[in-house]
């Protein structure tokens, strides 16, 4: 495994599974000495970045045209979820803890970064090597397969919806997105307004039964945005790609919102990164 970009002194590694949490407060909650230095590797499941769309014509129900850019600008998505020997890695957090005061706190954003992610992380590296000692050994080893592809498919999905959720978040963010950008031109044709699109995800994140996910997500079939929720994170009935993820697992927030989800949903709101859902949706979109 490679190193993991975390402070050495504060809380152990955990599976994802692990109900006991150790909370370090006297961490330092900083960031910025650890990012100057970070190198920027690959590590995502879009296709290459496409350009900002086009209006879309009024008897098309297709997605705007686009145009396609130097697939170098799709680095900046899902950016060090990989390392550069090929397993997966915790990207850095692309702002300190304590950026998203006061609607994340800072406490909640290390504990779930350092400790949850990392579990996600670990568990699909172990998953992956498992897999492999599986084909290795051939024989009646490969009844072993059900198990350490469903630890695949949790914990990988956990990593990269994680991924998503730290890049889709930003200080000073929120409101509606840029109307002349991608995602702003989407939203309003799909959704009617920004308005009405908030309303829509914030009430599918208050009601996803136990833990999961609100997804905004582009709908390749059809090629129009989707709010969808997911109750288990590694399965989907519809298969999106996603572009901005609300985390509502109780790690996300309760050690500030307690047990008011909707208060969270309610804040999350005013950290999203239309920057990020943008480039994902430019990445996401086939080219005509």
């Given at each position: 495994?490679?190193?993991?970009?975390i402070?050495?002194?504060?809380?152990?590694?955990?599976t994802?599974?692990?109900?006991?949490l150790?909370i370090?407060?006297?961490?330092?909650?900083?960031?910025?000495?650890?990012l100057?230095?970070?190198?920027?590797?690959?590590g995502?499941?879009?296709?290459?970045?496409?350009?900002?769309?086009?209006?879309?014509p009024?008897?098309?129900p297709a997605s705007?045209?686009?145009?396609?850019?130097?697939p170098?600008?799709?680095?900046?998505?899902?950016?060090?979820?990989?390392?550069?020997?090929g397993?997966y890695?915790?990207?850095?957090?692309p702002?300190?803890?304590a950026?998203?005061?006061?609607?994340?706190?800072?406490?909640t954003v290390?504990?779930?970064?350092?400790?949850?992610?990392l579990?996600?992380?670990n568990?699909?590296?172990?998953?992956l090597?498992e897999?492999?000692r599986?084909?290795?050994?051939?024989?009646?080893?490969?009844?072993?397969v059900?198990?350490?592809?469903?630890?695949?498919q949790?914990?990988l999905?956990g990593?990269?919806?994680h991924?998503m959720?730290?890049?889709?978040?930003?200080r000073?963010?929120?409101g509606?997105?840029?109307a002349?950008?991608?995602?702003?031109?989407?939203?309003q044709?799909?959704f009617?307004?920004y308005?009405?699109?908030?309303g829509?995800?914030?009430a599918?994140?208050?009601?996803?039964?136990?833990?999961?996910w609100?997804i905004?997500?582009?709908?390749?079939?059809?090629?129009r945005l989707?709010?969808?929720?997911?109750?288990?994170?590694?399965?989907?009935?519809?298969?999106?790609?996603?572009?901005?993820?609300c985390?509502v697992?109780?790690?996300?927030?309760?050690l500030?919102y307690?047990n008011?989800?909707?208060?969270?949903?309610?804040?999350f709101?005013?950290?999203?990164?239309?920057?990020?859902?943008?480039?994902?949706?430019?990445?996401?979109?086939?080219?005509r």
């Open positions: 495994m490679p190193n993991m970009p402070d050495p002194n504060g809380p152990p590694a955990h994802a599974a692990d109900a006991t150790h370090t407060t006297e961490d330092p909650l900083t960031r910025r000495a650890l100057a230095g970070a190198a920027v590797v690959g995502w499941i879009a296709i290459p970045t496409l350009a900002a769309a086009q209006e879309t009024a008897t098309s705007p045209t686009v145009t396609q850019a130097a170098a600008a799709v680095v900046a998505v899902n950016a060090g979820a990989v390392s550069p020997d397993m890695a915790l990207p850095p957090l702002y300190d803890y950026d998203l005061e006061p609607y994340l706190d800072a406490q290390k504990l779930h970064h350092d400790v949850h992610h579990g996600y992380v568990g699909a590296n172990a998953a090597a897999l492999a599986i084909r290795e050994a051939g024989g009646d080893t490969i009844r072993q059900r198990a350490a592809t469903d630890a695949l949790f914990n999905s990593h990269l919806l991924t959720y730290w890049s889709n978040m930003r000073n963010g929120g509606p997105p840029d002349n950008t991608a995602i702003g031109r989407l939203v044709r799909d009617g307004s308005e009405a699109f908030a829509q995800f914030q599918a994140a208050a009601q996803v039964q136990g833990s999961g609100a905004l997500g582009y709908e390749t079939v059809a090629r989707v709010v969808l929720q997911v109750e288990k994170q590694q399965n989907s009935s519809v298969w999106v790609v996603p572009l901005l993820g985390d697992w109780e790690h996300a927030y309760y500030k307690q008011r989800r909707s208060d969270y949903v309610r804040a709101m005013n950290v999203v990164n239309w920057d990020d859902v943008d480039a994902r949706l430019r990445a996401a979109e086939p080219q």
